[in-house]
């Protein structure tokens, strides 16, 4: 059974500050990975998705990376804005086509 | 173009009671997705709904049941309502299954709260 962990669990910084968020999952039999934002009470907002044949995807500040054989998942953000604030979730796509999700990363920008 | 809509937004209901929660997927898209967010957690697939038929289930249980229509909007039914079924119920829209590396589009979510 595929499993998905994120570490830290929340993490505060001041603003201008580049920073990385962790994402381990158990099973390397995945389609794809995905970066998600939701805000307080809010939806999921797709950020980035990485095909499993690709080992990066970039937007703007954000930067994700992909090791597959070793079950990691990176995701850089550069230079901090307090309009990052929110909680980041990492997930996997299996060949069953449905998403395994962490239970993410709490993440406040001090302004 | 509209993304995914769900409705209602929010919704408390007591123990035993039944509820529906609906979806509508964003335009060109045919397959729904529904997920159950409890507090401090990620979303747990509940199941997905491609041609009017159930496809994927994960485990959840009989209780939670789903619809699709033919215009590809869906309902996502839970009887019996239980405390612990409180929680954030997002639905996600894409493609056909089997279209590996399509990105799901969620809505904004369902707050059901159970007193």
């Known amino acids: 059974k595929q499993e998905v962990t994120q570490i830290p669990a929340a993490l505060s910084v001041p603003e201008g500050e580049n920073l990385v968020l962790n994402c381990s999952f158990t099973d390397s039999a995945i389609y794809n990975l995905q970066w998600f934002r939701q805000d307080p009470g809010k939806g999921l907002t797709s950020l980035l998705l990485i095909q499993s044949s690709q080992r990066e995807q970039t937007s703007g500040r954000l930067n994700a990376s992909l090791d597959k054989s070793s079950g990691r998942s990176t995701l850089y953000i550069a230079a901090s804005q307090p309009g990052d604030s929110a909680t980041y979730l990492c997930?996997?796509?299996?060949?069953?086509?449905?998403?395994?999700f962490g239970t993410g990363t709490r993440l406040t920008v001090i302004p | 173009d509209a993304g995914v809509t769900q409705s209602p937004t929010h919704l408390i209901k007591t123990r035993g009671q039944q509820v529906t929660l609906r979806c509508s997927p964003k335009s060109g898209h045919d397959t729904v997705s529904w997920y159950q967010q409890a507090l401090g957690q990620g979303p747990q697939f509940i199941f997905q709904y491609y041609e009017e038929e159930e496809r994927q289930r994960g485990n959840f249980p009989d209780r939670f049941s789903g619809h699709q229509y033919p215009n590809y909007s869906s309902e996502l039914n839970v009887n019996a309502l239980l405390l612990g079924d409180s929680a954030l119920y997002l639905c996600?829209?894409?493609?056909?299954?089997?279209?590996?590396?399509?990105?799901?589009?969620f809505g904004p979510g369902t707050r059901l709260t159970v007193l």
């Open positions: 997930a996997v796509q299996t060949g069953a086509n449905n998403l395994f």
């Open positions: 996600a829209s894409s493609l056909a299954p089997g279209l590996a590396g399509d990105t799901q589009y």
